[in-house]
Nanobody
């Protein structure tokens, strides 16, 4: 019904920048919010950032001032600009969205993940 595709993960040196992109497609009526989570090696998945339909953003304390989430509501996409990357940002990054389907049901969807590795 819905496909979520992330891109942009890469290997980067500490202090560098990356931009992750996420695109949702399928039987979408509207998207309530989009966000990013990450799962560092050997750890649980954790919240990174979220943006609502109205453009309100929320960030984990660990990324405030370094990461910026943005969204194109017309294209059903969300980007995560990551600056001043640190080795502890190394993780698989997952895009998620709260999507209202054409059938009018609402479900959370997840992408397959994209690897970000920050070398020291």
């Amino acid at each position: 019904q819905v496909r979520m595709v992330e891109s942009g993960g890469d290997l980067v040196q500490a202090g560098g920048s990356l931009r992750l992109s996420c695109a949702a497609s399928g039987s979408i009526f509207s998207i309530n919010s989009m966000g990013w989570y990450r799962q560092p090696p050997g750890k649980q998945r954790e919240f990174v950032a979220q943006i609502t339909n109205g453009g309100i953003t929320n960030y984990a304390d660990s990324v405030k001032g370094r990461f910026t989430i943005s969204r194109d509501t017309a294209k059903n996409t969300a980007d995560l600009q990551m600056n001043n990357l640190k080795p502890e940002d190394t993780a698989v990054y997952y895009c998620t969205a709260s999507i209202r389907l054409i059938s009018r049901s609402t479900t959370n969807y997840w992408g397959q993940g994209t690897q970000v590795t920050v070398s020291s």
